[in-house]
Antibody, heavy 114, light 108 residues
Framework: QVQLQESGPGLVKPSQTLSLTCTVSGGSLGSGGYCWNWIRQPPGKGLEWIGCMTNSGTTYYHPSLRSRVAISADTSTNQFSLNLNSVTAADTAVYYC??????WGQGTLVTVSS | EIVLTQSPGTLSLSPGERATLSCRASQSVNSASLAWYQQKPGQAPRLLLYGTSNRATGIPDRFTGSGSGTDFTLTISRLEPEDFAVYYCQQYGRPPFTFGPGTKVDIK
């Protein structure tokens, strides 16, 4: 059974960089034709796809975030990461990592505030 | 970018009733790349259907999906108490892999 777990700071100051890590267990980042995703959900709102990385290292990003976002992976630790720079209050959300649509982390709330 | 629109925004029904949820795309979506999710408060979304009509493991057969091109439908044949939730469609055929805004199914 594949399991994913997000980790990272719950509070980030405006203009700084939001950094989260997703640890994958029960499956390998380096195998299978999957896209490893980051998705977020502002409080009380809907889901927003941020981007994903394939096991070959190809990345796809939402156009509205492309200038600020980077997804990377470390197959040696079976983790993939999200970096979102120049954050504002609008980036406050629950951030999820997911493998395709089937396996999701529980989500982690990140608040952007001084 | 493919924009997904879901209707209605809220659907108020009673247990045992039939729910019909719509997802409309701004461009044609490969029917192999359309999914539906259910989300309850405080929980991560749960995959219900993928490839328009294929139920994920453990999803009861009262959930059915249909559609093609730009129009897709999720039908819940008889609502059970645990089905009252928010439902999202997502296309994953062409990046960005966009979600619809959701339909809330609540108890009438």
């Amino acid at each position: 059974q594949v399991q994913l777990q997000e980790s990272g700071p719950g509070l980030v100051k405006p203009s700084q960089t939001l950094s989260l890590t997703c640890t994958v267990s029960g499956g390998s980042l380096g195998s299978g034709g999957y896209c490893w995703n980051w998705i977020r959900q502002p409080p009380g709102k809907g889901l927003e796809w941020i981007g994903c990385m394939t096991n070959s290292g190809t990345t796809y990003y939402h156009p509205s975030l492309r200038s600020r976002v980077a997804i990377s992976a470390d197959t040696s630790t079976n983790q993939f990461s999200l970096n979102l720079n120049s954050v504002t209050a609008a980036d406050t959300a629950v951030y999820y990592c997911a493998r395709d649509g089937l396996y999701w982390g529980q989500g982690t709330l990140v608040t952007v505030s001084s | 970018e493919i924009v997904l629109t879901q209707s209605p925004g809220t659907l108020s029904l009673s247990p045992g009733e039939r729910a019909t949820l719509s997802c409309r795309a701004s461009q044609s979506v490969n029917s192999a790349s359309l999914a539906w999710y259910q989300q309850k408060p405080g929980q991560a979304p749960r995959l219900l259907l993928y490839g328009t009509s294929n139920r994920a493991t453990g999803i009861p057969d009262r959930f059915t999906g249909s559609g093609s091109g730009t129009d897709f439908t999720l039908t819940i044949s008889r609502l059970e108490p645990e089905d009252f939730a928010v439902y999202y469609c997502q296309q994953y055929g062409r990046p960005p892999f966009t979600f619809g805004p959701g339909t809330k199914v609540d108890i009438k």
